[in-house]
């Protein structure tokens, strides 16, 4: 079984409200391939949501609380994104996922790039939260650009 981002197949989860619809990774939902989640939702984010960027480090950083995860406000959303990314491991050694689809450039998705922390729409090399602990526990992440 495969996860994948609910933004990904369609689903209106994304910090704005909307979507980023992949056609391929929709159909493996259809075909009963994959799982969607989103972990910011699962972490008990509302949609639409503040943006959020990990301020400090990258998702490494945050598991190991050297770095947090803030909205545009300078809120601290990290509970919100560790509770989320703990949650989608749960899901994934529950279903022996074998591969996890997430969106690149999100703080919780990201498996290369991620924004820098400044809002400024700079992006930086490395993971979100969630594909950091996903990875600790031996889970594979690929983003929907290598899929």
Avoid: W
């Avoid at 209106?12 to 929709?26: A, F």
């Avoid at 509302?46 to 490494?60: H, K, M, S, Y």
């Avoid at 090399?125 to 996903?134: E, N, Y």
């Amino acid at each position: 079984m495969i996860l994948v981002s609910s933004c990904l197949a369609g689903i209106k989860v994304r910090y704005d409200g909307g979507d980023c619809l992949n056609d391929r990774i929709k159909k493996l939902l259809e075909e009963n391939k994959a799982i969607s989640i989103c972990p910011e939702v699962l972490g008990g984010l509302p949609i639409p949501r503040i943006p959020a960027e990990i301020v400090g480090g990258d998702g490494e950083d945050v598991l190991e609380n050297k770095a947090l995860v803030m909205d545009q406000t300078g809120k601290d959303v990290t509970d919100s994104f560790l509770q989320g990314a703990y949650a989608v491991l749960k899901k994934a050694q529950e279903v022996g996922a074998t591969c996890v689809i997430l969106k690149e450039n999100s703080p919780s998705c990201g498996s290369s790039f991620i924004y820098n922390g400044h809002f400024n729409g700079e992006k930086k090399p490395g993971m979100g939260v969630t594909t950091a602990l996903l990875k600790r526990n031996g889970i594979e992440v690929i983003s929907e650009k290598d899929f």
